[in-house]
Nanobody
């Protein structure tokens, strides 16, 4: 399964970024629509932290409290893309962000995710 994350960068506090995750549809069994896609983030010395998840089937979403109201996850099923819009960024949002896929609907547990992309670094300066 291929998941390709991109879009990270350096931004000032209060700024915005948009992360993208491209999924290889044919690599998902039985179908991509049977999965939920998630974004996680990780900083050195800390465990990987849930950020947001979206269910392909109906577009339902869930967010971590720390990002709710600032981040928005969305999916483009035709393009096999999952986007994460990051607004009003704070220095504490600095992390490597990962996209992942799971058969467990809207899970916030990283142990439920079986497919992972490489990370993309987001750095927020104060």
């Amino acid at each position: 399964v291929q998941l390709q994350a991109s879009g990270g960068g350096l931004v000032q506090a209060g700024g915005s970024l948009r992360l993208s995750c491209a999924a290889s549809r044919r690599a998902f069994s039985p179908t991509l629509s049977s999965y939920s896609m998630g974004w996680f983030r990780q900083t050195p010395g800390k465990e990987r932290e849930f950020v947001a998840s979206i269910r392909w089937e109906d577009g339902s979403t869930t967010y971590a409290d720390s990002v709710n109201g600032r981040f928005t996850i969305s999916g483009d099923y035709v393009k096999n893309m999952v986007l994460l819009q990051l607004n009003n960024l704070k220095p504490e949002d600095t992390a490597v962000y990962y996209c992942a896929a799971t058969r467990r609907s809207l899970s916030s547990s990283n142990t439920d995710y079986v497919y992972w992309g490489q990370g993309t670094l987001v750095t927020v300066s104060s």
